[in-house]
């Protein structure tokens, strides 16, 4: 496929030296001039009443230049999405880890040492940790409302009891989602600096540069203008890094001080009071006939939104309904539930409520499967959602790659062979995913993207975008598109890092929008950049703009190649022409999406949808219940792949983490704390954990992409987890339903099935 | 995270050491690969106000034979362990156990001396050296005195070395011909990471009937300490090691020990794995194929 | 109260005083100024803090920075020259080994350490070298897959 000169070709990273070399700066290795360093300190009870706090011998402590409560600040209750947070507790903590104070001091130890001396008199609350009983009347309430129940999605099409009757065979289990951990190997951490004129620069990782500023001025009673967010590199988020109390508390710290102060969460404290994934209870009933058709479907979710609500009330809306665009259900009855509970507040992990509901639908078709005598992979096929279809909430599919991703990862895999050898305790297992690329319900104002390309005197060409390259390659695939756009190399686009005082409003880097929505902002700014440039080029050849083609760093007229001038030559010469200005292409680019009816949530909320269909080979030891994984084939919809390799790594990340959370990771808590805040013990895959992954891609391009290209980011795990556990399945015939699926269970479940 | 301020001394001698010792008795410690140490002074579980460092004590240092046995200085590091071609005179399995403390980076830091005064019941070197019978020198301003390892240990973290005494080095009997040995670990992944269960074993075979003459069965992570399961060799001894008697070792080696529950496994789940790692590190050592999952 | 302290980091030699609870870490990152090598645990579990000491990779977290006194460290930084990587650098971005770079500095030095001592490693002896250095990015198989062009 080299109809094009960059996009489709496995560059390498345009920052992989600076990564490699270490030369990288990274948030947490920032240094100012003047810097303080500052740590929190976080509540020991799940849910208690401050009585007092007593900061004074911290205060005297040498060294220590502030601490500073939530009498520091204007007390103004804000949040992401509902207005539960406050920057520190104001009269109760919810949750083991809650931020009740903040310490600046010279260096790392004083700051902790004066952690140790500020007094707090709490009086401790009952509390509750699991959502189903946080949801029961008489539960203690975790916030001022009459009840500990944050949001309630409601959803129905058709009549699902009839349809359930007109089935051969119903299935139904409940399955439960724990929560995992994103263990991004650079802890949360922020660098938050103040001018004069009271102005907030926050260096911070961070996924939505521009949304954050929102809530944080709200919470910190400034203007919009005074808050400033500029992202340099970090060190992986996976959705974790979005609103934080961390930055803020930085911020009420660097205001008092009027000193730039770095704040880093410890790992103990990031497991404390990070973001992970919202657990949850899934109750689902499929009905299919024994043709393979599936008749209707009915679920219930229940998710924990712990201590205060990040995103989890979307994540479970999205839980409830995403996987309706992936098969033909026909007849829908759907509940979702998100409570508080007083545990760590759960928030975006790759997948957003769509990883957990796939881990329940994909097990239970794996079931209905077997019921009915049809194999998995046709079962999917048979169901799947098709090019240019549009599903029961209006998603309008523009490309569907999944029949072509099941074929592919049967193929890969030797499914047929595999499945037909019924060998005991060695087996296969498939599962499949939708997902979006960008979701105009997950945005508020408005979900499009924007860039803006500057063209220099030297022909270097820098870009500017609003989204956040949290590892995944954004930067490197933006310049790509650029390049492709111009006709130019990829070494002359230099990727400038987000800085909201001068970059574009981005929505950020979540729900897998980067590559179409950043991609495509960029896109329609190299365009306006390129039609510049042409204008100018044509009046020096002598030419109609029209005629003009660049290609290989030259512009020249087509069909008389000696007629042209170097890329560079023009840059150089209009900028001299202009009175020194260059050349600034801008662009945007807003799909027609909606936000669904909020009733029927009817509405097409993604310009382009990805899916997959993922291959797992497992063998069981039946002594001591570990799983061997042998071979893995995971195939993904990716429209147009604008970077094979970064793709691939994309996918192998991704399915890594998913094993991960099938079979080693889980937050293990008692009453509300977090008993294992570590790596020793919050176990990730090492290297000699996970077999060879090997990524197909399916590219059936994608209308509304840039040159084709959907998403990866979060469908690359998605179907990890019911893959692993459908071959475990496959293998010893005992169904799991509950993550993670550890030995000690699948003994038991072994012991059981005797 | 950050340490408390503490003084620090790095004495060039045994002496220096022990006089240091003597000196700041209680509220001192003693520091080599600082794997153990460091981790516990960070969490803020101890706060030491003198660490004496030990790795430039060349009475501590060495690995080498010592008769027809072998002499491991405290200082030897489990990558010098792993990796020397003396152990393999018969002393294999504790090369092989140093192979499974931690990663490599722990490896080039960790000391055997160390491993052992942590007094982990997982400690993986502890199992091997129960099995080839070592003995430990503790060495005070007293004077030396040498004891069996097994006597070494009391329980979790907890050792009969006195506060002002140093683990000065292991010493280990020559292993009798036609031995053969194994050590089997149990973890959560396949590699950095502590044991749920684990076994060392080391039998000696008749050369002409195969029947087992002597065994020696070290249980980790399963009892308060690291467990020599003498019932377990009782029954190896004078038996050949046929499937049932196997099966029968790894049953009652199951009824030696006495494992605990925590966050990384259930007492059930480690007696029940006890059982299969004793079955299948006999296997191991008899050279015959066992599964690849997970040890 | 503080210590003297003589340490060889990147063939630079650094004359300096500090208390005696700074790891090698602490003082490679702040006294040093090289940020190459990052703090992802502090406990030894991560690995995102290797680097070479007296040739041999460790965890700088859980070294007592004068436990260090008079010895030679190589961090990330010591691998290029100036604008020059070192071969291991350019194998791992030619590979799509980094995604967000943040284990790499470790990731690399591991595998220097591995390669001074077997230049043509298998894959299995590849991952085990790497057991010490997490990646939550990338799965390791690219990593793997680079350093095994280098054998080539």
């Not at chain 2, 060495?139 to 329980?155: A, C, K, T, Y």
């Not at chain 3, 590979?95 to 077997?118: E, R, Y």
Request: charged share 20%; proline share 6%.
């Amino acid at each position: 496929m080299d109809k094009y000169h960059v996009v489709g070709h496995s560059l390498p990273q345009i920052d992989g030296r600076e990564r490699a070399s270490g030369a990288a700066e990274f948030v947490s290795d920032m240094k100012l001039p003047g810097m303080l360093y500052g740590r929190i300190l976080r509540s020991p009870h799940p849910h208690a009443r401050i009585r007092h706090i007593d900061t004074s011998k911290a205060r005297r402590l040498p060294g220590v230049k502030a601490v500073v409560t939530v009498q520091d600040t204007p007390q103004i209750p804000f949040g992401p999405r509902t207005d539960d947070w406050m920057i520190m507790a104001l009269d109760k903590v919810r949750f083991v880890g809650d931020e009740v104070a903040g310490v600046a001091a010279v260096d790392e130890d004083t700051a902790e040492e004066a952690l140790s001396l500020i007094q707090v008199e709490y009086e401790p609350l009952p509390a509750v940790f699991d959502p189903l009983e946080a949801m029961k009347p008489g539960a203690p309430l975790i916030h001022d409302k009459e009840r500990n129940i944050v949001s309630e999605f409601k959803l129905a099409k058709g009549d699902v009891e009839k349809a359930f009757q007109e089935s051969d065979v119903v299935h139904s289990d409940r399955y439960y989602t724990n929560q995992v951990y994103q263990a991004y190997l650079e802890p949360m951490a922020c660098v938050v600096q103040p001018d004069l004129a009271g102005k907030l620069t926050f260096f911070i990782s961070t996924q939505i540069p521009s949304m954050t500023r929102l809530p944080y001025a709200k919470a910190l009673g400034l203007p919009l203008e005074k808050v400033r967010v500029v992202v340099p590199y970090y060190g992986g988020a996976f959705g974790a890094k979005m609103e934080t109390n961390l930055h803020l508390v930085a911020a009420v710290l660097a205001q008092k001080t009027r000193k730039p102060v770095r704040m880093v969460n410890p790992r103990e404290e990031d497991f404390m009071a990070g973001n992970p994934r919202v657990p949850m209870y899934i109750d689902l009933k499929i009905g299919a006939k024994k043709g393979g058709t599936l008749m209707g479907k009915e679920v219930r979710v229940i998710g924990a939104a712990g201590g205060r609500v990040v995103y989890s009330m979307v994540i479970v809306a999205t839980a409830c309904y995403r996987p309706d665009s992936l098969y033909h259900f026909q007849n829908l009855k759907t509940e979702g539930v998100t409570v508080y509970t007083n545990t760590v507040p759960t928030s975006c992990f790759r997948g957003f409520g769509n990883a957990q509901m796939t881990f329940a639908i994909e097990s239970s078709l794996d079931m209905i499967a077997e019921a009915i005598g049809m194999d998995p992979a046709e079962l999917r096929i048979k169901n799947g959602l098709k090019t240019g279809e549009v599903s029961i909430h209006g998603w309008k599919i523009g490309s569907s790659g999944l029949a072509e991703c099941v074929r592919k990862a049967v193929e890969a895999s030797g499914w047929q062979e595999k499945r037909g050898q019924k060998r005991f305790a060695r087996g296969i297992g498939l599962a499949c995913c939708n997902h979006v690329s960008g979701n105009r319900a997950f945005a508020r104002e408005f979900d499009g993207g924007a860039g803006i390309v500057r063209i220099s005197r030297e022909g270097k060409v820098l870009v500017y975008h609003g989204e956040s390259d949290m590892g995944q390659g954004q930067k490197t695939i933006f310049a790509q598109i650029v390049a492709e756009e111009l006709g130019i190399s990829l070494d002359q686009i230099e990727v400038a890092p987000v800085d909201t005082d001068i970059s574009p409003f981005g929505m950020g880097s979540f729900a897998t929008r980067g590559t179409v929505f950043g991609g495509n902002g960029v896109k329609a700014a190299a365009a306006d950049a390129k039609r510049q440039i042409l204008e100018l080029a044509a009046e020096m050849l002598e030419a109609n703009p029209k005629d003009l083609e660049i290609k290989e760093g030259k512009i020249f007229v087509q069909g008389s190649p000696e007629k042209s001038l170097p890329f560079q030559k023009v840059a150089e010469l209009g900028l001299y022409k202009r009175g020194g200005a260059p050349i600034v292409g801008t662009g945007f680019w807003v799909p027609d999406t909606v936000i669904p009816d909020p009733v029927t949530k009817f509405g097409n909320i993604s310009p382009a949808y990805p899916f997959a269909c993922q291959i797992c080979e497992a063998e069981v030891d039946t002594e001591t219940g570990q799983v061997n994984l042998l071979n893995y084939v995971a195939a993904h919809d990716v429209g147009r792949a604008i970077n094979p390799q970064t793709t691939e790594g994309q996918i192998q990340g991704g399915v890594a983490q998913g094993i991960g959370w099938a079979l080693t990771e889980n937050m293990v808590t008692e009453k509300g704390k977090v008993l294992n805040p570590n790596f020793r013990d919050y176990v990730i895959p090492g290297p000699l954990d996970l077999p060879p992954i090997k990524p197909i891609l399916v590219e059936p391009g994608e209308p509304n992409g840039p040159f084709g290209a959907k998403g990866i980011g979060e469908p690359a795990l998605n179907p990890a987890p019911a893959a692993v556990a459908n071959a475990i399945y496959n293998a010893i015939g005992v169904r799991f339903t509950e993550l993670p699926i550890t030995p000690e269970k699948i003994l038991k479940g072994l012991k059981e099935k005797k | 995270m950050r340490m408390r301020k503490f003084e620090f001394f790095s004495p060039a001698s045994l002496d220096g050491a022990l006089e240091l010792l003597e000196q700041y008795g209680d509220e001192a410690k003693l520091i080599a690969g600082g794997t153990d140490l460091l981790v516990q002074m960070k969490s803020k579980l101890i706060a030491p106000k003198q660490v004496i460092n030990l790795l430039g004590v060349p009475e501590l240092s060495g690995l080498g034979q010592n008769g027809k046995g072998l002499r491991v200085g405290a200082l030897t590091k489990h990558a010098a362990l792993e990796n020397s071609p003396l152990l393999r005179k018969g002393w294999g399995i504790l090369a092989a156990a140093a192979h499974k403390v931690g990663s490599p980076q722990i490896r080039n830091l960790g000391t055997v001396g160390g491993n052992v005064g942590n007094a982990s019941p997982a400690a993986d070197t502890a199992l091997a050296l129960l099995a080839l019978e070592a003995s430990v020198v503790l060495i005070s301003r007293r004077g030396e005195r040498r004891i069996p390892l097994e006597s070494f240990f009391v329980g979790p973290g907890v050792t009969v070395l006195k506060k002002d005494e140093i683990l000065k080095e292991i010493l280990l009997p020559e292993v009798p011909a036609n031995s053969v040995a194994a050590y089997l670990k149990l973890g959560r992944r396949k590699s950095l990471d502590l044991a749920l269960a684990s076994t060392a074993v080391l039998l000696t075979l008749n050369p002409q009937t195969g029947v087992c003459e002597r065994a020696r069965v070290a249980l980790g992570a399963v009892s308060p300490t690291p467990l020599r399961a003498r019932e377990t060799e009782k029954l190896l001894i004078g038996k050949t090691l046929d499937e049932k008697v196997i099966q029968e070792a790894g049953k009652v080696a199951q009824g030696e020990c006495q494992p605990i529950s925590d966050i990384r496994a259930s007492a059930e789940y480690r007696k029940e794995m006890i059982k299969v790692l004793v079955g299948r590190a006999i296997q191991k050592a008899m050279g015959i194929p066992i599964p690849p999952t997970g040890i | 109260m503080k210590y003297p302290l003589t340490i060889t980091v990147n063939e630079e030699v650094y004359e300096l005083e500090v208390p005696a609870n700074r790891t090698l870490l602490d003082v490679i990152r702040e006294e040093c100024g090289l940020t190459g090598t990052k703090q992802g645990c502090g406990n030894g579990e991560c690995g995102a803090c290797t680097v070479l000491l007296d040739g041999e990779p460790v965890n700088a977290c859980l070294v007592l920075a004068l436990q260090a006194n008079g010895k030679r460290v190589v961090t990330v930084e010591g691998l290029s020259e100036g604008e020059k990587l070192h071969p291991i650098q350019e194998v791992f971005i030619a590979h799509g080994a980094i995604q967000c770079g943040f284990c790499t500095p470790g990731m690399v030095l591991s595998t220097k350490a591995l390669l001074d001592k077997n230049p043509h490693p298998q894959e299995l002896e590849i991952r085990e070298a790497l057991t010490g250095n997490l990646c939550r990015c990338t799965g390791y198989q690219k990593i793997v897959e680079a350093i095994l062009s280098l054998k080539a």
